[in-house]
């Protein structure tokens, strides 16, 4: 998980997790090109538990701070309990090399740990991405997490995943943006992610889409209350159940 499915914030969790074209707070986590649109100082805080049982909750924090030299970035997430745990760590930069064309890279480290005696283990890790801006309704972007295959353990050469994303968003007006993308674990079959946001108010955003090979639904909401916003969104499994997420971020104007 930690290595192989860099998703972070409310808002992509709503939209099927379709997030490499975002330039937010939350980008350290889904593309880290996307940290150089940023022009404020911002940070935020995410929650999930995936399949509403405790044992599967994601915790992370997220850290933006732009310079003339470019954009910089601070991230962490654990996942599991006790006996099971996974925690990732990131130090992004980001810039721009052209007014529409947006460079990004993480190094990251990555742990596992299981309890019970069985240890821990741990590895570093890079991720890099790309987004172009082809006009004022068309954005497209690619990310690459972990590409080197970075080891878990020696035992059977155990590697984190390896996720390689593409996607794209077509803004039809300031209110409303189709994005989606496909993504692809090197060891599993491709899968699509798609999402529609509409804001029907000038705070309120509403959200839909889809994503995964078994296609599970999600949808959420936005509140953008200035400097402060809050995300709040479900994916739904038919089988597992339902997998809440809120997000809480802050820019500094």
Do not use: C
């Not at 470019?70 to 996974?86: I, K, M, P, Q």
């Not at 593409?166 to 989606?180: C, D, R, T, W």
């Amino acid at each position: 998980m930690a290595q192989g499915d860099p998703v972070g914030g409310a808002r992509s969790a709503a939209l099927g997790t379709a997030s490499s074209t975002f330039s937010d707070v939350w980008s350290v986590f889904n593309n880290q090109a996307g940290l150089a649109g940023l022009e404020n100082v911002a940070a935020g805080i995410f929650w999930q538990n995936r399949f509403m049982l405790k044992e599967l909750s994601t915790q992370g924090f997220a850290v933006a701070v732009p310079t003339a030299g470019g954009t910089f970035g601070l991230s962490a997430s654990n996942f599991g309990y006790n006996l099971y745990r996974e925690g990732q760590y990131g130090l992004s930069y980001a810039r721009k090399l052209s007014p529409d064309f947006n460079v990004g890279l993480q190094l990251g480290y990555s742990s596992t740990t299981i309890g019970e005696g069985y240890g821990s283990a741990g590895s570093v890790a890079f991720q890099l991405g790309f987004m172009y801006k082809i006009n004022d309704q068309v954005i497209i972007a690619a990310h690459a997490a972990n590409p080197g295959k970075a080891k878990l353990s020696e035992y059977q050469d155990e590697r984190y995943p390896t996720m390689l994303k593409a996607g794209a968003a077509y803004h039809f007006s300031e209110k409303a943006a189709l994005v989606g993308e496909i993504a692809k674990d090197i060891d599993q079959p491709a899968a699509v992610r798609a999402g529609l946001e509409y804001r029907i108010i000038e705070k309120l955003y509403l959200r839909a889409g889809v994503g995964g090979n078994d296609l599970q639904s999600s949808f959420g909401i936005g509140l953008a209350l200035d400097a402060l916003k809050i995300d709040i969104a479900s994916a739904y499994h038919p089988t597992l159940g339902y997998s809440p997420q809120i997000a809480i971020s802050y820019d500094v104007k």
